[in-house]
Nanobody, 125 residues
């Protein structure tokens, strides 16, 4: 099994920045893709960024391109999401997730293998 623990959420003003962290433990060799979802109240969960730890491939939702950056530290089994120029519409619970392949993130109904517990990000106007 794999355990994912997120941290770094909080309350910021519009235009501010946050960096989320996701620390993985357990059988981390069992997945090659790791990324972030978010879910706002009353809205569907959406994928925001994905990293393939083998190839370095990255994916970003159009709504966050140019503002968010996903990166990983393989030595620490940790992935980061640097969020800049935050907007009120970025307010959501952010979930770290891991999968055996990047393709598992890429569908209308993504199917991943492991989930973190989520961390709240609130952006005030």
């Amino acid at each position: 099994q794999v355990q994912l623990v997120e941290s770094g959420g909080g309350l910021v003003q519009a235009g501010g920045s946050l960096r989320l962290s996701c620390a993985a433990s357990g059988r981390t060799f069992s997945f090659s893709a790791i990324g972030w979802f978010r879910q706002a109240p009353g809205k569907e969960r959406e994928v925001v960024a994905v990293l393939n730890r083998i190839s370095g491939y990255t994916y970003y939702a159009n709504s966050v391109k140019g503002r968010f950056t996903i990166s990983g530290d393989n030595a620490k089994d940790t992935v980061y999401l640097q969020m800049n120029n935050l907007k009120p519409e970025d307010t959501a619970v952010y979930y770290c997730a891991a999968a055996r392949s990047t393709a598992q993130f890429m569908s209308i109904n993504p199917q991943v293998d492991y989930w973190g517990q989520g961390t709240q990000v609130t952006v005030s106007s």
